[in-house]
Nanobody, 134 residues
Framework: QLQLVESGGGLVQPGGSLRLSCAAS????????IGWFRQAPGREREGVAC????????RYVESVKGRFTISRDYAKNVVYLQMNSLKPEDTAVYHC???????????????????????????WGQGTQVTVSS
């Protein structure tokens, strides 16, 4: 079973940056679509950014476009979420999730589905808190 561990959360001032990491132990992330989701108190879970197994397809929620970047480091078996120009409304618990390959659909379609519907995820990490406050 794939086990995901997030790190890199914390308290940051508005306008600051953080880089979240999603690591897997004992198994490669290469064959999975990976997504970052967030959930703030009283709000529904939201797909923030997703990336295909080959990194060619990505998707971002509109509110983070131009500020967040999702990427993969295949050598380190890690997926990152670089978050710049952070705003108080980015405050949430951030989870990474993995979706197994779907041979019948394109990578682009799989990425879209993953970010729009968290039920596409097969594995979840425990989450890391991100707080943006002065």
């Amino acid at each position: 079973q794939l086990q995901l561990v997030e790190s890199g959360g914390g308290l940051v001032q508005p306008g600051g940056s953080l880089r979240l990491s999603c690591a897997a132990s004992g198994q490669s992330l290469d064959g999975y679509v990976i997504g970052w989701f967030r959930q703030a108190p009283g709000r529904e879970r939201e797909g923030v950014a997703c990336i295909s197994h080959d990194s060619y397809a990505t998707r971002y929620v509109e509110s983070v476009k131009g500020r967040f970047t999702i990427s993969r480091d295949y050598a380190k078996n890690v997926v990152y979420l670089q978050m710049n120009s952070l705003k108080p409304e980015d405050t949430a618990v951030y989870h990474c999730a993995a979706s197994e390959a779907r041979p019948t659909i394109s990578q682009r379609a799989h990425v879209e589905m993953m970010c729009l519907d968290s039920r596409e995820a097969d594995y979840w990490g425990q989450g890391t808190q991100v707080t943006v406050s002065s």
